[in-house]
Each structure stands twice: as structure tokens, then as C-alpha cells.
């Protein structure tokens, strides 16, 4: 088994870099998929510390997995919920809901009544990616329907852009203008919504129009994914957080000619002596390894082991991997590290706050 390290401080550097590069913009933390696999509650507790006061996830689980755990967070959810039972599940735990539906938005007004409960909303715009939101040339009746709903409170108006906005200049700007028209035909309605947001810290470096009252920081958080240009520049830049440790098990020699690893198929051309970890797969380790056999020119698995970058032998198995360690220093219980993308790790490994 593993254990999934995951170093505070960084966050918390990667944090102040950010929000030194936006100014004065409030800054959103999206702690979707488990915080990308940091473990939302606890990272949620320790950005409240820090000062955050508004959050952002895409799972009603996780919002109220957070609602539970940490007081005092207004936790926006960037996913449309229509259900009625999702909707009551909303209101009962005080979340800001995103709205992309007249439908939607009958039923927060007529459940929030029934159950004694103020209905806080964000209107959601569909940009692009067909999956749930308004389309912006209905902002206006998007807008009407709030207005003649009265006990539905604005909190904000959104966007989620695809991925590939980071593309041209010119579609960056059509996106710019067209959600300012989705503000201006809202606010003819004489509704101000509390955050407009459109952009990630990434985005927003590409495209400073996008700078509206608020802005969303997601994998940039936590050190993953492309850096913004600025934070790149700075000195440090950002820190890349979560390391999985496992520790060695058992050593053992094989003899020349000795085959290893999960399918049989490495042969050790000397005598050969390895470690055991009880790690694999099933961890979330190499997920690259799932997929069709490692091809001769692929890129050969690594750990560390007492400072020293070791070789994987063999394909790793679903709970248990061998390391070539003739040449090192190792013993059973020694510790053993793997660079990792936290948002793979299984959500059952134990994560350590440091």
C-alpha cells in the first residue's frame, strides 16, 4: 500500500504566488475530484485558515463532504443539479447551486419555499463545451425567470470556457464580449449577481479582459498542469505537491537469467539483487502500465530509494512492484517515493498532511 504525501506549505506558497499575480481579484480554489486527488476536506480546512472564504467544486458529494467538515465556506458548485432530491440535498446543506435551466430554477424557488430555506444560485452559460448551461442569447429570459421567481438569490453568473480557449486571440475576445453581453442583459434586469466569473488563472494570463470580480485557480494550485506565464517568471515559480511512499518489504537475489515482473517477460542479464514493494497499480501507481504492454522504447518506470533513482524491473503488478537495488543501499523497511499525479491515486490510500 501507499501512502500519498501531500506537502501544506507548498500549497499554501503556491497559493500567495497566485493571488500576488491576480492583485486584487478574489481568487476560487476548485477543489474538484478530491481536491485533483489531495483530499478536499482537508486541503478546504487548510485554505479556510489561510483565509478563503469561497470555494469551488464540481460534485455535489464534494460539496457537502466539505459543508460537513469545515465551517464558515460559502461552496460553490460548478455543476448544474435538476433533481429533486439533489436540489432538496442543496438546500438542506446551504450551497451555492448553479442554475443552467428555466426547469432548474422553478424547483429551487418552489423547494426552497416548501422547506423553509434560502435558495443561493449562480446562472450557468453554456461556452462551448454542450454540457449543461443557459446558451448565452437567453441570458435575458434566464434573467426574467429569477426576477419573477423573487425568492431566488443571485450569488453569481458563470462560465466554464473549453480547453482549447487558450487558442486564438480572437476567440479569446469574442468570449469576452459575448459573456458581457450575458452580464449586461442580466443587469438590465436590475439583478447584480455577487461574482462573475469566466477564467482560470491560466486563461486570465493569456487574456487580462477576462478579469471580472472573480477568478478560478484549479491544478495550478497544487503545481500541476501548465503554470500561468507570470508565476512562471517568479522566482520559485510553483511547487509541484503530493508524493506517494510506499516501503520495502523483502529483498531477495536472482540468479542470472531470472525472469521478473508481473507478465514473466524481463530477464535479468546478471545476478540481480531486488526490493519488494508492496505498491502497484491498484494504488494508482504507473497508470500508464494499464494499458496495452509497455512497448520496448517506452519510458522505464523509477522510484527513489535513500536519495537514489532506481529502476523498476519488469511490468508492475496490480499490488506489488520490484526495484533494482544491486547497486544501492536498501533494506526491508526503507522508505520508497514515486513522482505521481495525485488525481490518480486511489481515493483508499491514506493521505498525510506535512
Known sequence: MITLMVQTERILQNYRLLQRQVGNTPMIPVLEANAFGLGDAAVAQLLADEGVRTIAVSRLEEAVRIADAVRGLDILLLTPYAGEEDIRTILENDLVAAVGSNESAVLFSSLSRRLHRRARIQLCFDFGMGRFGFAP??????????????????????????????????????????????????????????????????????????????????????????????????????????????????????????????????????????????AGLADGLFPEETGARRGSFGRRPTCEINGRRLPILGRVGLTALTVDVTDADCAPGDIVSFEVDPVGISAFARREYV
Open 137 to 278: 442569447q437567453d441570458a435575458a429570459k434566464a434573467a426574467q425567470t429569477v426576477k419573477h421567481l423573487g425568492n431566488l438569490e443571485l450569488a453569481g453568473v458563470f462560465t466554464v470556457l473549453p480547453s482549447g480557449s487558450e487558442g486564438k486571440a480572437s476567440r479569446r475576445a469574442q468570449q469576452v464580449k459575448d459573456f458581457g453581453r450575458v452580464l449586461a442583459a442580466v443587469r438590465r434586469e436590475e439583478l447584480t449577481p455577487g461574482f462573475a466569473h469566466m477564467a482560470d488563472v491560466n486563461q486570465l494570463a493569456l487574456c487580462p479582459e477576462m478579469r471580472l470580480s472573480a477568478v478560478r485557480v484549479g491544478a495550478a494550485l497544487f503545481g500541476r498542469g501548465e503554470a500561468p506565464r507570470p508565476a512562471k517568471r517568479e522566482r520559485g515559480g510553483l511547487k509541484k505537491v503530493g508524493r506517494a511512499v510506499s516501503e520495502v518489504c523483502d529483498i531477495k537475489w536472482l540468479s542470472a537469467g531470472s525472469t521478473v515482473g508481473e507478465d514473466g517477460r524481463c530477464r535479468v542479464k546478471r545476478a540481480t539483487r531486488v526490493a519488494v514493494v508492496p
